[in-house]
Every structure is written in C-alpha cells, then in structure tokens.
C-alpha cells in the first residue's frame, strides 16, 4: 500500500480519506490489519459515519493495552 500511495504522491493516509469523502465516497465499514497503537483506525474513524465500524487486528499482543477500553 505505501508504494502505490508513493507512485500516486499521497503523503498520507488522512489526505486520501478526504479525497474520497469530497469525491462523496460513503466509507461504511473497514478493515485496518496490523493496527498497531490503533492511529490510521481513529483516521479512518474521523472520516466515517457514526454507525460505522473498523475491524482492527493487531496480531503483536504488546499492542493491545491500546485497545483495552475498546468494543471488541
């Protein structure tokens, strides 16, 4: 994923979240693998209606005291 948003010279993950909201894209649910601290998930979230959901999966168990106040 980073070197097609290399190639097509997005800096970062929030800018092309709102270019699909502008293009009136509606995001319903998604999907962040290797979600580490949970920081591209609450991106994506801000961009999002309130019903809907991330499905986070952080495989490193270090990681998740970050999500231990967070719906399953």
């Known amino acids: 994923m980073?070197?097609?948003?290399?190639?097509?010279?997005?800096?970062n993950f929030?800018?092309?979240?709102e270019a699909y909201?502008?293009?009136?894209?509606?995001?319903?649910?998604?999907i962040?693998?290797?979600?580490?601290?949970?920081?591209t998930a609450n991106q994506i979230l801000e961009h999002m209606h309130s019903e809907s959901k991330i499905f986070a999966f952080e495989p490193f168990p270090g990681n998740h005291r970050f999500y231990k106040n967070i719906d399953d």
Do not use: E
């Open 14 to 17: 929030a800018s092309l979240l």
């Open 21 to 30: 909201l502008k293009g009136g894209v509606n995001l319903k649910n998604a």
């Open 32 to 39: 962040d693998g290797g979600a580490g601290a949970g920081t």
């Open 2 to 11: 980073n070197d097609l948003l290399s190639v097509k010279n997005v800096s």
